[in-house]
């Protein structure tokens, strides 16, 4: 690891669901949620390790979540015409909880 990614807490952040599935995403989308950046920002073991469990998401859950943070990312500062986000209807429920806890 670099000394500019150390100083800065490293480019990627490790998300683990509760089933034990891993997603690498970037520091600047895990950032998206409020519940997130308070982890990493903080003076917690997630924010030396650059990881965090989520015991109350699996694996399914979580990975939507992930392409939610990166598409959140991606269109933030995109005026124009943003594409729709798709969700499964039988994870509607599950995601709008989980988006409630990551404050998303």
Known sequence: MSQAETEEGGDF?????SDGYKFSISRKAAMVSGTLQRMFEGAGLESQ???VILKD?????????CEYLCYNLKHQNN????????????MAL???????FLDV
Do not use: H, T, W, Y
């Open 13 to 17: 952040v490790l998300l683990v669901s």
């Open 49 to 51: 390790s650059n990881r």
């Open 57 to 65: 998401i699996n694996g399914v859950l979580l990975e939507k979540v």
């Open 79 to 90: 005026p124009g015409n943003i594409p729709e986000f798709e969700i499964p209807p039988e």
């Open 94 to 100: 599950e995601l709008l909880v989980a988006s409630d």
